[in-house]
T-cell receptor
Framework: DTGVSQDPRHKITKRGQNVTFRCDPI?????LYWYRQTLGQGPEFLTY????????KSRLLSDRFSAERPKGSFSTLEIQRTEQGDSAMYLC?????????????FGSGTQLSVL | SQELEQSPQSLIVQEGKNLTINCTSS?????LYWYKQKYGEGLIFLMM?????EEKSHEKITAKLDEKKQQSSLHITASQPSHAGIYLC?????????FGKGTRLHILP
């Protein structure tokens, strides 16, 4: 069990640029989640995949955000035309989903700063 | 939509003291999770509770879910510096977990 890994750990970008984050889940997990966390707040759900299918997207996920999980393995989260309000910690989590929501295993997150 | 309220928002305790963090849900809880987060890091799973009246312990941390399944508490006995961090409760909500805003715990030596 190598855990959930996220890359990069930190990203600084200028407003208007595009950024992409990567998440590698625990290999046997079929569900992968993306959350966003700002200072002083709990993680907010963005979207999740079961295998390669994106099953739910939060209203927080504007059309500038897109997530993919090709072949049900790693996932990418892209933000186009970044805004200062996008500055946050982006957390990825994975689980072995079945009838119930199993506990989520989280990565260390990608801290995004938009200047 | 389900909402979780945590109290207190922050807590400063002397090392060795006991403390309790509470989590109240706007709806019945079908799965309640407690996570710990170090500043700037990911979340670490502590415990999961599902049944009304359930209680679980790990080392010096005990979590309880009330009989009505709308409130949970996390109790730390004889706090240590390693307990410092952000404690988050989460609720199972349609195949995902929604989180409260967290309780920030500081331990004074």
């Amino acid at each position: 069990d190598t855990g959930v890994s996220q890359d990069p750990r930190h990203k600084i970008t200028k407003r208007g640029q595009n950024v992409t984050f990567r998440c590698d889940p625990i290999s046997e997990h079929n569900r992968l989640y993306w959350y966003r966390q700002t200072l002083g707040q709990g993680p907010e759900f963005l979207t999740y995949f079961q295998n390669e299918a994106q099953l739910e997207k939060s209203r927080l996920l504007s059309d500038r955000f897109s997530a993919e999980r090709p072949k049900g393995s790693f996932s990418t989260l892209e933000i186009q035309r970044t805004e200062q309000g996008d500055s946050a910690m982006y957390l990825c989590a994975s689980s072995f989903g079945g009838q119930w929501t199993e506990k989520l295993f989280f990565g260390s997150g990608t801290q995004l700063s938009v200047l | 939509s389900q909402e979780l309220e945590q109290s207190p928002q922050s807590l400063i305790v002397q090392e060795g003291k006991n403390l309790t963090i509470n989590c109240t849900s706007s709806k019945t809880l079908y799965g309640l999770y407690w996570y710990k987060q170090k500043y700037g890091e990911g979340l670490i799973f502590l415990m999961m509770l599902q049944k009304g009246g359930e209680e679980k312990s790990h080392e010096k941390i005990t979590a309880k879910l009330d009989e009505k399944k709308q409130q949970s508490s996390l109790h730390i006995t004889a706090s240590q510096p390693s307990h410092a961090g952000i404690y988050l409760c989460g609720a199972d909500s349609d195949d995902k977990i929604i989180f409260g805003k967290g309780t920030r715990l500081h331990i004074l030596p």
